[in-house]
């Protein structure tokens, strides 16, 4: 395979050296399976052949003696900022393909491992992440937020407590960070949200016993009124103005006008789209089955005409081949699911932008609220809303009757004896 990216014969012995040598060729397979173009894969596996004559040098002469460690020490010894970068990630192509990590990519800090309350403190978060998905029954998104909340937290009180171990930390010392919060933070939602993340992190080092006392307590509560703002949302008209805007002759055109229309006409979840596979489309009854939602509870939504012709014309003459069974796909490499939030988010920023619209605010959730308030205008009840958005509880969907002031104005009574 190698030889069909690089065409020197003296190119292709010098890529063959070291304890990636036998490697290598399996490596650019897999980039070009995964859609990276020739320029691209030349790029990384010069790099990695790099790599493999640098840990040559060091004595490593077998693919079991790779490890991140090495990767790391590589990876500083390059000059530019920039080269790091793509080193980082094509080394870490490299180590998915030897089993050394997971799906995710690279990003481990150099002497992360070198200091011993860094150490401690990373078998503290990665079992609290295993906690927090075995026993809580947390999403992945959910746990992420709070394993970085952790994370930095942790961070926080060892460099305030400095030599002494996590155990004696004491009340003033979580008051102090609650304070650090309270002066970096501007948005009271997102301060809200990090003292209840504190919280629950305090209750897994009591319930662990890292700590010596129960400092839950210590934590201060934080005012927040639940629906006391009005959901941000786009008027109809520009929601359906940006849909058209799309063009919609390229694959990647096809793909972002039927996931907008999802959004829109169905008030599905990033997540929910996102994990949307093909066998859950039923296209003879016009519904989508979205079978792993935020609740845990499978439910069944109506496909419009328009989004289900929209959504056939991506499958049939948009889509990448691909062996994923999920609808929506990365069109760029690696080719495969859209598995970040901030990815969708994104394309949706990017065509709101196209028609001029640079909301403070946009993702996927700007075009549920947006479907949100439209039904709610149109008078439809709030429970056909709560049921079309998944909600399980009805009040979470109450927030958008403060946008329905003109049927609220219709329902108010006059005051008896008083001309209406």
């Known amino acids: 395979m190698l030889e069909s990216t690089f065409k020197y014969p003296a190119?292709?012995?010098?890529?063959?050296?070291?304890?990636?040598?036998?490697?290598?060729?399996?490596?650019?397979?897999?980039?070009?399976?995964?859609?990276?173009?020739?320029?691209?894969?030349?790029?990384?596996?010069?790099?990695?052949?790099?790599?493999?004559?640098?840990?040559?040098?060091?004595?490593?002469?077998?693919?079991e003696s790779v490890d991140s460690r090495l990767v790391e020490r590589f990876i500083l010894s390059v000059g530019a900022v920039g080269t790091r970068s793509i080193a980082r990630t094509a080394l870490g192509h490299v180590l998915r393909h030897l089993g050394r990590l997971g799906p995710g990519p690279f990003r481990r800090k150099a002497g992360e491992q070198d200091r011993p309350s860094g150490a401690r403190d990373a078998l503290i978060v990665r079992a609290y992440g295993t906690y927090l998905r075995d026993v809580r029954g947390l999403q992945p998104r959910s746990i992420d937020e709070l394993v970085l909340h952790a994370r930095r937290a942790l961070r926080w009180f060892r460099s305030r407590i400095s030599g002494r171990p996590l155990r004696t930390l004491?009340?003033?010392?979580?008051?102090?960070?609650?304070?650090?919060?309270?002066?970096?933070?501007?948005?009271?939602?997102?301060?809200?949200?990090?003292?209840?993340?504190?919280?629950?992190?305090?209750?897994?080092?009591?319930?662990?016993?890292?700590?010596?006392?129960?400092?839950?307590?210590?934590?201060?509560?934080?005012?927040?009124?639940?629906?006391?703002?009005?959901?941000?949302?786009?008027?109809?008209?520009?929601?359906?103005?940006?849909?058209?805007?799309?063009?919609?002759?390229t694959p990647v055109g096809k793909r972002d006008r039927a996931m907008l229309l999802l959004f829109a006409t169905t008030g599905l979840r990033s997540q929910e789209v996102r994990r949307l596979e093909v066998g859950d489309i039923d296209w003879p009854a016009a519904k989508?089955?979205?079978?792993?939602?935020?609740?845990?509870?499978?439910?069944?939504?109506?496909?419009?005409?328009?989004?289900?012709?929209?959504?056939?014309?991506?499958?049939?003459?948009?889509?990448?081949?691909?062996?994923?069974?999920?609808?929506?796909?990365?069109?760029?490499?690696?080719?495969?699911?859209?598995?970040?939030?901030?990815?969708?988010?994104?394309?949706?920023?990017?065509?709101?932008?196209?028609?001029?619209?640079?909301?403070?605010?946009?993702?996927?959730?700007?075009?549920?609220?947006?479907?949100?308030?439209?039904?709610?205008?149109?008078?439809?009840?709030?429970?056909?809303?709560a049921d079309l958005l998944g909600h399980r509880q009805i009040d979470t969907t109450a927030i958008y009757i403060k946008v329905a002031l003109p049927q609220l104005a219709r329902v108010a009574l006059p005051f008896p004896g008083v001309d209406s």
């Open 288 to 385: 989508l089955h979205i079978r792993r939602t935020k609740s845990r509870r499978e439910r069944v939504v109506p496909l419009t005409a328009e989004a289900g012709r929209a959504l056939a014309e991506y499958i049939l003459h948009g889509r990448p081949a691909n062996a994923s069974a999920s609808v929506f796909l990365r069109h760029t490499a690696p080719v495969g699911p859209l598995r970040l939030s901030s990815t969708v988010a994104a394309i949706v920023r990017r065509r709101l932008k196209a028609r001029g619209h640079r909301p403070a605010w946009a993702g996927a959730h700007l075009l549920r609220h947006s479907l949100a308030t439209r039904l709610v205008q149109q008078g439809r009840s709030i429970k056909e809303v």
């Open 11 to 63: 190119v292709l012995r010098r890529m063959r050296v070291g304890p990636l040598a036998g490697k290598i060729d399996a490596i650019d397979e897999e980039l070009a399976r995964l859609g990276y173009a020739r320029a691209t894969r030349r790029r990384y596996l010069s790099l990695i052949a790099t790599f493999s004559r640098y840990a040559l040098r060091r004595g490593r002469t077998q693919p």
């Open 170 to 249: 004491r009340g003033e010392d979580v008051l102090a960070f609650v304070g650090h919060l309270a002066a970096t933070t501007a948005v009271r939602a997102t301060m809200f949200a990090a003292v209840s993340h504190l919280r629950d992190l305090l209750r897994f080092l009591c319930g662990q016993r890292a700590l010596r006392r129960d400092l839950v307590r210590v934590v201060p509560p934080v005012p927040h009124w639940q629906h006391s703002q009005v959901p941000r949302h786009l008027e109809w008209g520009e929601v359906r103005a940006t849909i058209a805007s799309i063009d919609s002759t």
